[in-house]
Each structure stands twice: as C-alpha cells, then as structure tokens.
C-alpha cells in the first residue's frame, strides 16, 4: 500500500480515475483501430483468428496484499491471460481491465497496480484498451479479458493428442507454490511479530515464480522459428496433474509421465525439504507455474531434446492404458487431478 501522501479516489471519480490511469497509454498494433474513451474498443484482424480468455483475481483468494506488492499484483494479472493466449499457439494483443475496490484504496494505490500491468504489456506489446471501475465491499477483485490472434492454421487445442506423443514441459515445477508457502510462514511470524525481519535470503527465485510469473512468449516465438507446432497444449496453472489430465481427457487418451524427469530447480527442493513436503507432489500439483504444457510427434524426439528449458516428460498412451505417474523404483500410480480448485468448499 502507498505511504506518504495519499489521494482520495473520491476525488477523480470513476472516469477521472480511469482517464489519471489511461492517459500515456499508446496503442501499439495497428489492428486497434480506437481504445479507451468510448463504449468499446474497435479491432479489426482481418483473416486471422480471434482469441479470448478472461481471468477473474479475487483478493483472500488468489492473492494476499500482505505479501503481494500491487505492482507485482499488476504485472501477474496481465501475464496469466497472456499465458492463456500462448497456450492457443497465438499471440495477445489487447487486453481489458475491471476493477471493484474499496475505499481502503488509493489513487496512488492503483497508480502501482497500472504501472506493473503497463510494464507487462509492454514487455509483451499488449494495448490496454478498456475496462470498468466499480465499488467493493470486500475486498480488491480484478477482472481482465484478453484479445489474442493466431493463423487458422496454426491455432493449438487440447484435443489434439495422439498415441504415442511425447509430453514436454517448458522451465520448471513447484518453485511458485514453494514460494507462497514461504510467503505464507512470513506472514504468520509477521502477524505473531511485527517487529520480525522476513528471512528471504537466498530464495529469490522462488519468490519470483510467485510473484512475477513470466508467460512463455519465447516458446511461442521458438515454435515459430523450428517450424513446429505442437499437438495439443495448455498453460500450467492449476497444476501439472490436472492440466495434463485436461489433455488426456479432451484429447480421448492416456499418458505415462515419469517422476524422475519432473524439471525442478534447487530452491525449490531447498524449500520443500525445509517444510517436510513430498518434492514430487508439489511438482505435480503446486500450481500457478504459467509454464506450456505440450505433445508433440514421436518422430521430433531427437529434435526437441536439444531445445533449451524443454523437458519430455513422458509420452500419450492408448486411452485404456489410463494417466499414470511412473516412480522412480518403476512403480506405477494414478495420476490424480489434485491442483488448485476454484469453487472447493
């Protein structure tokens, strides 16, 4: 939250507000014929296809502003729906964006929010072209739609895996939900202590996949350069588990994976070690790694083992052959879908 000098939104108003957060805003793309300032933003694409996703972020449940600074809050919002149009195989172009908050905000608090959102779509050469403000009673809720393009010919669902695919997975697993358990002990010897230090040393990377999640442009982009496209796919949000059984589910097959091939980095085992939890499992089902999910041919085996920051993780089965986890002593168990659950009880 900002300290100093603090402005009461009261003060602009709903459309003084949005025009304070708009107005360096400059379209990028010329397919954005007009953005923010009237009823809706006017696209044109042409013979391309249109891609449209939507998140919903609701604080107390997809993030805490103990922890969540509000520019970091910005630039994550923005990134999992451009993760959502990478995963079709496409490319975001504009996104919208709705806010309700409470009066416990500030203009200077929202100025922190746009800033990170501004900065990813930079990153990414997003436009901002419209939204909503309203008033909350609960809490902070953030809404935002995103407007993506790909050629008819090169969009990407995830029905599209066959029998004998190879299952490959991009960076690595588990670092984000090591770090929101690390964030969640702080806050708890903070709330015991408020005169306690965060120890964070050493564990950046962890604090970072939690943090400022980057979408998988670059793999998109490498796709494009191999002349490659993938199967089917998805981007890894709720889980390695229930992602994968997503695909095996739309796409009418099995699959193998191999525990002994999940891609983790060293933080993330330091950390799990140090809470006493399974590495495997919180891997296979920590959730909000924003890494693709991917099958591609059998026969592009030898190709895509020497891409950078690409594991195959194991294979498409025969659908009666079920979704199964091999162990590292060759046993085999059940791949359960055991990820984040929206709307559980």
Not at 153 to 172: F, H, M, P, Q
Not at 289 to 315: A, K, M, N, Q
Request: charge should be negative.
């Amino acid at each position: 939250m900002h300290q100093g000098n603090r402005t009461d939104i009261a003060r602009l108003g709903e459309f003084g507000l949005i025009e304070h957060l708009t107005k360096n805003i400059q379209l990028k793309n010329p397919e954005t014929l007009y953005g923010i300032g009237d009823d809706a933003a006017v696209l044109h694409f042409g013979e391309k296809q249109t891609l449209v996703t939507t998140d919903l972020l609701m604080e107390g449940v997809h993030f805490d502003l103990v922890y969540t600074p509000l520019r970091h809050l910005g630039y994550k919002a923005a990134m999992v729906n451009f993760s959502d149009i990478y995963a079709m195989n496409g490319k975001p172009k504009q996104i919208t964006v709705s806010i309700a908050l409470s009066k416990r905000f500030c203009i200077e608090d929202m100025e922190e929010f746009y800033n990170g959102l501004q900065l990813a779509c930079e990153h990414h050469n997003v436009d901002i072209v419209g939204g909503d403000t309203t008033a909350s009673l609960t809490g902070l809720a953030i809404s935002i739609t995103c407007i993506g393009e790909a050629d008819k010919s090169e969009v990407v669902y995830r029905n599209g895996a066959k029998d004998t695919d190879l299952i490959c997975v991009t960076g690595d697993l588990g670092a984000a939900y090591m770090g929101l358990q690390l964030m969640e002990r702080e806050k708890a010897v903070f709330q015991g202590d408020n005169q306690a230090q965060p120890d964070f040393a050493g564990k950046e990377y962890i604090l970072e996949r939690i943090l400022k999640p980057e979408a998988r442009k670059d793999i998109i982009e490498l796709f494009r350069t191999k002349g490659i496209k993938p199967t089917a796919m998805i981007d890894i949000s709720d889980g390695l588990s229930s992602d994968l059984l997503h695909i095996c589910k739309q796409s009418g097959v099995g699959c193998s994976i191999y525990e002994e091939r999940l891609p983790i980095d060293y933080q993330t085992a330091v950390m799990a070690e140090e809470f006493h939890l399974n590495l495997s499992t919180c891997a296979l089902n920590g959730g909000e790694d924003y890494e693709l999910l991917f099958t591609i041919p059998l026969s592009l085996h030898e190709e895509v083992s020497t891409w950078e920051g690409i594991r195959v993780i194991g294979h498409i089965t025969k659908p009666e052959r079920g979704c199964m986890l091999v162990c590292r002593d060759g046993a085999e168990i059940e791949l359960k879908a055991q990820g984040w659950i929206a709307l559980s009880e």
